[in-house]
Each structure stands twice: as C-alpha cells, then as structure tokens.
Nanobody, 124 residues
C-alpha cells in the first residue's frame, strides 16, 4: 500500500498561481503512475494530470493544458502540480493518486491509492 499526503492548497485570486505537493511513502516502487484529480461540490472526481514515475510521459486534461505542470522528484518521492493562470472553475478539492498500471489512465478506477485531498479555491 502507498500512503499519499497532499499539501499546498489555499485561496488565490483568478489569474494567480499555486503549487500542490504530494508526498508518497510505503510501497512506492510498485507504483508506475501518479495522478492528480479534483472534485468540485456536486460533481464527479475528474482527472487533471498524470505522470509516470520514470518521468518520460505526462498527460493533462484539456481544461488545464498549458496552465498546469506536473512533475516528480523520485529521490524525495514527491509529485508536484504547478498551477498557473487559475480560474474560478479550478476551485475543487485536489487529490493525489497512485496507480500500479504502467500507462496513464484518466479513470479513477485505475488508481488504488488516494490522498485525503487539499482544497483549492480561486476567487473571481
């Protein structure tokens, strides 16, 4: 099992930036892909970005492409989501997730370890 802890959420004005971090511990060597998902009130959890631990592949949701960047630090077992040009519609609880599947999938079903989440609120 992998334990995931997110940090870095908060309140920011539209157009601003935030950086989220996910610290992984446990059987991290058995996980190939790390992902960020978000869930707004009354909506389903949706894929935001994913990265393979090797760092050779990333995937972004169309809604965040060009504004968000996902990266990982294998030595520190951390994954970072750098968010810029934030919009009010980016407001949600952001969750880090880990998958033992080698490809990056956008479905929550592909991920078996989840963090508790961190709130991101973007004011207009």
């Amino acid at each position: 099992q992998v334990q995931l802890v997110e940090s870095g959420g908060g309140l920011v004005q539209a157009g601003g930036s935030l950086s989220l971090s996910c610290a992984a511990s446990g059987r991290t060597f058995s996980r190939y892909v790390m992902g960020w998902f978000r869930q707004a009130p009354g909506k389903e959890r949706e894929f935001v970005a994913g990265i393979r631990w090797s760092g050779d592949r990333t995937l972004y949701a169309d809604s965040v492409k060009g504004r968000f960047t996902i990266s990982r630090d294998s030595a520190k077992n951390t994954v970072t989501l750098q968010m810029s040009r934030l919009k009010p519609e980016d407001t949600a609880v952001y969750h880090c997730a880990a998958s033992a599947v080698m490809e990056i999938f956008t479905s929550t079903a592909a991920y078996d370890s989840w963090g508790q989440g961190t709130q991101v609120t973007v004011s207009s």
